[in-house]
């Protein structure tokens, strides 16, 4: 397909750098010279230096061909208006971020509809819901849910200690019967591994995980810490009084959490406390540790950090560790940062970026893929594909398909039920097929299920 992006920030570049692996014809515009040169060394793009806004550019970039049309620019309203002129030029697909909630709120005035635009896309929106979910998984530091919510996708820490220390993929297959679970993938100093039989899980690892929802609570019991299987009310330290730290604080509350949301605008204090109902607002700097142990940080179940600034998310997070909270997590933008987080200690990293990028991959390559997600750093991803009647891949077994080295199919989902495959599994149409995938795979797994 012909794509065309205007935007070559972090979201930008990310897109480019996916869709162009699997082959897409993609051109990007953007008004920095110096960072298109260096996208364009980097990536087999086409690079055009203007104005995205401006017809000229956009005929210069082959809109009239375009088969997709992607704004992800800094200004909500740099993406609406070139998303309209794509419309104008009959581009198929257009697709915009969007930060102001004027836009994709319900009924609002400029909605998506009434723009003519297919997806808008709130990263804030996304990455709150996701710090929600995290939450709700104790020692998990990364959380999607596939088929209506019936598969659940963890990533989960080894830490000292743990009964996954040390055991082979092919023991813990012997475990099945007892935890109904697929491990897809390792990730170990900074490669990712699709583990086979005699691969080992070793402390320090990261490990991704397929569970059904029946069965989640007896894995999460295995990752918990033992004062954490018994727990009362579980309490919450939010940092940020921003739109991101609101709903959460929001979405906390229906989970029954006592919840302590922490600013250092005294006005947007006082409006947070008026549109929540149990959360304490707090006063003070997220930085200063006395303020947090006063209000009893050295308890919490979790911590958030959400402000607008990295470093500061990063810092009160360890802080707050280092003096008793039990989990940390923390928003963060900047790519660099977003791997080397986890190695200072912190539990969860959530990049408003990927909310992005993941959102729109997903739409672009809508279809037999119904849902998708893709994990910073390894780049991998996990489809959720549903298998037509005239897949060629119906009717034989597993074994025989010579599936990429590089990939693995986690769960069948058959209606109500599902399945840990193994080598005599095979497909029916109507199933829904969880597959993990690197980079280089995607392109092949795709073909398996055409």
Do not use: W
Not at 34 to 46: E, P, T
Not at 84 to 96: D, N, Q, S
Request: with cysteine; charged share 25%.
């Amino acid at each position: 397909m012909k794509i065309l992006i205007v935007g070559a920030g972090q979201v930008g570049f990310f897109l480019c750098e996916r869709l162009s692996i699997e082959g897409h014809e993609v051109t990007l515009i953007d008004r920095d010279e110096a960072r298109m040169h260096d996208i364009q060394d980097r990536l087999n793009v086409m690079g055009i230096v203007g104005n995205g806004a401006s017809a000229e550019f956009l005929e210069q970039a082959g809109i009239k061909t375009a088969d997709i049309f992607i704004a992800v620019t800094d200004m909500d309203e740099v993406n609406i208006l070139t998303c309209l002129l794509a419309r104008e030029y009959k581009v198929k697909t257009r697709i915009g971020r969007v930060r102001s909630i004027e836009y994709n709120t319900k009924g609002a005035v400029l909605s998506k509809e009434k723009l003519g635009i297919d997806l808008l896309i709130n990263p804030d929106d996304a990455v709150a819901a996701e710090i929600v979910k995290l939450a709700g998984r104790t020692a998990a530091f990364d959380v999607a849910e596939f088929a209506e919510g019936q598969i659940q996708f963890i990533g989960y820490r080894i830490g000292k200690g743990s009964p996954f220390c040390d055991i082979t993929l092919r023991e813990l297959g012997e475990l099945s019967g007892m935890y109904r679970m697929v491990v897809t993938a390792i990730s170990r100093e900074g490669k990712t591994i699709i583990p086979r039989g005699e691969d080992s899980i070793l402390e320090g690892d990261s490990i991704f995980i397929f569970v059904h929802k029946q069965d989640l609570p007896s894995i999460q019991y295995l990752f918990q810490h033992e004062e954490e299987r018994k727990k009362r009310t579980p309490k919450a330290f939010i940092m940020g009084g921003n739109r991101i730290g609101l709903q959460i604080a929001q979405q906390l509350e229906e989970k029954r959490f006592d919840v302590k949301l922490i600013d250092r605008d005294e006005k947007r204090c006082h409006e947070l406390a008026a549109q929540l109902k149990r959360t304490i607002v707090i006063h003070a700097e997220g930085t200063d540790i006395r303020s947090l142990m006063e209000e009893g940080v050295a308890g919490a179940d979790l911590f958030v950090g959400v402000t607008d600034n990295d470093e500061t998310n990063i810092l009160a997070s360890l802080l707050s560790k280092k003096h008793g909270a039990k989990r940390v997590m923390a928003l963060i933008s900047n790519p660099d940062l977003l791997s080397l987080a986890p190695t200072l200690g912190i539990d969860a990293c959530v990049s408003p970026r990927m909310s992005a990028a993941a959102a729109i991959l997903k739409y672009v390559r809508r279809g037999e893929v119904i849902s998708m997600i893709t994990l910073e750093g390894s780049n991998a991803e996990v489809m959720e594909i549903e298998i037509k009647q005239q897949c060629k891949t119906v009717g034989t077994p597993l074994k025989e398909l010579k599936f990429p080295k590089d990939a693995i199919i986690g769960a069948i989902v058959r209606g109500q039920n599902y399945e840990i495959p193994d080598g005599d599994s095979s497909l029916r149409p109507g199933d829904r097929v969880l597959v993990f995938a690197l980079p280089e795979a995607i392109n092949k797994v795709q073909t398996y299920f055409i």
